[in-house]
């Protein structure tokens, strides 16, 4: 109980949290990772990813919702611009891309939506795909193909957190359980 | 022409932007305010709305998803810690609190939830409710529902900006034209 307990203690710099879990569906209890309502865990873990994004980016994408803050932090902190995709289309969207991410729980997917002036600051720029958690990396190949479609290319891929194995190369600044007993 | 387009140009600080419009539903054209993707006005609006604050805040209530960085970063300034209701029920929520705000085009009301844990840190606390826009003033009604089923007390209101009249006092930076010819 203890050891587990220990696999949910995250220290970044100064700024110790120990995750709560929760139930989610059928997969268990799951540690929860909330950047949001918690500025001083957000800048801390957007201070220590400053050294891990990829060299040559120009510009960074995620999407929302969890991720936002730590975004704009790590923009801030770094100096480079940042793009956002949202989950649901909005009425103002002027030609929004669209992309797909296939949920692995219930086969049903999720979609991604990039509006159009957005996507426009991404050609021709080198990109890194930032997110709060990677997990099976769904998300994270729909942001890459954002890019793609929008003209950049892939600097690379860039995670506060992993749970499990995504397919393609992520820095992270630790992993976590996927699944808690 | 020229007198339009001035009402749409905002100053905050050194900060400058001019404001695109969109086209939504039958609304007609309406200026776009996005916090999102823009870390440099999303700071200069957060440090502008410092002295706003209500006296005697400790506790600061916002929303998803535009208000979002911009409450982060008054949080980081002022050192008051925020709670954010979300748009959607998520599995992980532990009894969430429920409000439901009415929409004056649709009257169809969309839902605002809050999380458990999250409506226990307003519990005897005095509560600033702090949106991006405040319109119709009923997003931040039912924020401030939320204050009160949680045991605070709503100590004032706070927007970036004013679109109309809401029926409360707001304290904002500026107003913006609800509607664009």
Redesign the interface.
Known sequence: MSGVLSDLTIRIGDVERVL?T????NLGRVP?VEF??D?EF??AAAQAMLPLLPAGTEILLTV??NA??LT??L??RSGL????A?KKRR??M?QPLIQDVPSLSLGVAETLWLDG??AA?LRGKRVAIVQDVVASGGTAQALAKFVVQAGGTVSGYLAAFRQGQPPMDVAVLQDLPRRVP
């Not at 929760?22 to 569906?25: A, D, L, M």
Request: hydrophobic content about 20%.
């Open positions: 709560p929760v139930r989610t569906g929860l949001i309502g500025p957000t800048n929302v919702t936002l803050p704009h932090e923009s801030d611009p940042y793009v956002c949202r009425t103002y002027q002036p957005h600051r």
